[in-house]
């Protein structure tokens, strides 16, 4: 379980992009103008200074949002942070990014009166299981 913030994706930005689409001159003829500009944009986001880029001063290297977007997989909101819990994060790992306020909410139930639910049906948003 950790804590994971704007400031340490940007810090890893750089780092994470590389992974994705390094090595750039590797990228085949008909591709190289793709693995060209994958260059450019791993050198813009290495000049940044990752301890006061913003957010938007990444999103506008890259383009989107996909790359900074932090999104809580309880309440679906874009956050600024999240607790990252269960397993490390890969391919099909069991891993859940919570907001502070749910994992706030989670932390305030109380076991006495968490009744049992059946779970939700997939892509419907699961109920907290307490009585009112
Ligand atoms: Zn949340």
Same mark, same amino acid.
């Given at each position: 379980?950790?804590? /994971?913030?704007?400031?340490? /994706?940007?810090? %890893? !930005?750089?780092? @994470? ?7 750039? %001159?590797?990228?085949?003829?008909? &591709?190289?103008?793709?693995?060209? !500009? ?6 813009? #986001? ?14 506008? !290297? /890259?383009?989107?949002?996909? &790359?900074?977007? !932090? @999104? =809580?997989?309880? =309440? ?8 990252? +819990?269960?397993?490390? #994060? ?7 990014? #919570? =907001? %502070?306020? =749910? ?5 305030? /139930?109380? &076991?006495?009166? +968490?009744?049992? +639910? ?11 299981? +307490?009585?009112?």
């Amino acid at each position: 379980m950790h804590l /994971i913030t704007q400031r340490d /994706i940007i810090r %890893q !930005i750089a780092s @994470k992009w590389s992974a994705q689409y390094a090595p750039f %001159q590797d990228y085949s003829p008909r &591709w190289r103008r793709e693995g060209e !500009i994958k260059l450019g944009v791993f050198m813009e #986001l290495t000049e940044l200074d990752k301890e006061t880029a913003t957010k938007e001063d990444v999103d506008k !290297i /890259i383009g989107n949002e996909s &790359w900074t977007r !932090i @999104k =809580c997989d309880q =309440c679906k909101k874009e956050v600024t942070a999240v607790l990252q +819990v269960g397993e490390p #994060l890969s391919y099909e790992s069991a891993t859940a990014n #919570l =907001c %502070q306020k =749910c994992v706030e909410q989670v932390s305030a /139930i109380s &076991w006495e009166n +968490v009744k049992v +639910v059946a779970p939700p049906p997939a892509g419907a948003s699961a109920e907290t299981g +307490v009585k009112p």
